[in-house]
């Protein structure tokens, strides 16, 4: 019995997909605060 069969190389790309999702959804929400702030700031600016 093989340690890499098909059960194992789907599990372990299961768990590189998910991390990798949860990396890419932190830098979106990162740009999203990002994006707010500088709008929050502009607005600021242009009323003082």
Same mark, same amino acid.
């Given at each position: 019995?093989? +340690? %890499?069969?098909?059960? %194992? #190389?789907? @599990?372990? %790309?299961?768990k590189l997909h998910k991390s990798?999702?949860? /990396?890419?959804?932190?830098? &979106? @929400? +990162? /740009? /999203?605060?990002?994006?707010? #702030? &500088?709008?929050?700031? %502009? /607005?600021d600016k242009s009323n003082s």
């Amino acid at each position: 019995m093989g +340690r %890499n069969n098909a059960k %194992n #190389i789907k @599990a372990h %790309n299961d768990k590189l997909h998910k991390s990798q999702d949860k /990396e890419k959804a932190k830098k &979106v @929400a +990162r /740009e /999203e605060k990002l994006k707010a #702030i &500088v709008k929050k700031f %502009n /607005e600021d600016k242009s009323n003082s």
